[in-house]
């Protein structure tokens, strides 16, 4: 079994030796094995470090770039490499014409929602129509310089009006369509993981017999790599019987209580 065939089966974190099966570190890897598994070992070690600062985003146009943003109050982030604007707050494309707190608001409720340049351009028409109302007559002698002014004063703001209200649009979409893939997500979370014992995480048995005679159904938090029946994790290392969710001792019988409901 080769470094590469291990990188391709397992997790990056669990590359082992062919020989002695010892846990690779970033040196041996990289004395090892061939160039192009050491350079996709190397990108998820970045990935991962990186991901780990308070302050880093990755660009919100998968460019493959990434920056630290210190900032503070200020959420929006352009991309060193490609030029794209994105939020660090929500980790998303820069919400044109929102804030961050009517984007949140927004999230919450995508068919209500009214942005406070929509509510502002509400009360500028309905000011103006009072105005026009009034000064209808006035308005009638005005020369043909001044009307062609207000014209295109007046054009200016539909064509501002317009370009906010497809933004609000679109940024509508992408929330309404946001939200329906959180709670998908949700629910199947909810459907296909058991909070671990030890730690909270949410685990998803997602391979490994179903029901074995011995030694039992061992699980370790968090769910990193299967071994037959045995599921080895990195998170908390908790082990339990994936079938009666009790803690996993070296005597627990393979008749316990939880494992008929697997068959």
């Known amino acids: 079994m080769s470094i590469k065939s291990d990188f391709n089966s397992k997790l990056w974190t669990d590359i082992r030796c062919p020989e002695c099966r010892e846990l690779l570190e970033y040196v041996d890897i990289q004395k090892y094995a061939d160039e192009e598994t ?5 990108a ?5 470090a990186m991901a780990e600062a308070d302050r880093f ?17 200020q959420p929006k982030v352009t991309c060193l490499h490609c030029g794209q604007r994105s939020c660090f707050n929500h980790n998303v494309v820069w919400h044109e014409n929102l804030t961050c707190e009517e984007y949140d608001a927004l999230l919450r409720d995508p068919e209500n929602f009214r ?14 129509q009072a105005l026009e109302d009034a000064d209808r007559a006035v308005a009638q002698g005005l020369m043909a310089e001044q009307q062609a002014e207000v014209h295109e004063r007046e ?31 949700r629910i199947t979370v909810d459907q296909t993981t058991k909070p ?20 039992g ?12 029946h045995i599921i080895i994790g990195i998170k908390c290392r908790y082990e339990f019987c994936w079938g009666c969710y009790t803690t996993w001792e070296q005597t627990h019988s393979v008749r316990c209580r939880g494992i008929a409901s697997l068959v």
């Open 38 to 42: 050491f350079a996709r070992y190397e």
């Open 44 to 48: 998820l070690a970045l990935r991962a």
């Open 57 to 73: 985003i990755w660009c919100t146009a998968n460019c493959g770039s990434g920056q630290l943003h210190d900032v503070e109050g």
């Open 115 to 128: 942005s406070r340049i929509e509510m502002e351009y509400e009360e500028l028409d309905s000011a103006r």
């Open 155 to 185: 054009s200016k703001e539909r064509d501002e009006r317009e370009r906010a209200r497809r933004a609000v649009a679109l940024a509508r979409k992408v929330a309404a369509r946001r939200k329906a893939e959180e709670e998908q997500s």
């Open 196 to 215: 671990c014992p030890g730690c909270g995480w949410a685990i998803e048995k997602n391979s490994g017999c179903r029901l074995v005679p011995v030694p």
């Open 217 to 228: 159904m061992v699980l370790h938090c968090n769910l990193a790599q299967t071994y037959a």
